[in-house]
């Protein structure tokens, strides 16, 4: 998270509470179909970087 702080929601969290990280925190999503939400809860604006990992050997072809 670079700036603001978002708070990440997953379906499967009974409390519904989630857990916010703040500027300088980082997470990973694993993309393991949890359906989950992240909401800016705050009223700085959140800004983020994002790397998408894609499973594979290097230079194999991509699936449909």
């Not at 009223?43 to 194999?60: K, N, Q």
């Amino acid at each position: 998270i670079k700036s603001g702080a978002l708070t990440v929601v997953y379906a499967s969290d009974e409390t519904c509470g989630g857990r916010t990280y703040s500027a300088g925190q980082s997470f990973v999503d694993r993309g393991d179909e949890n359906v989950h939400t992240a909401l800016n809860l705050g009223a700085t604006p959140v800004e983020l970087w994002a790397t998408y990992l894609v499973p594979g050997a290097p230079g194999s072809p991509s699936a449909p």
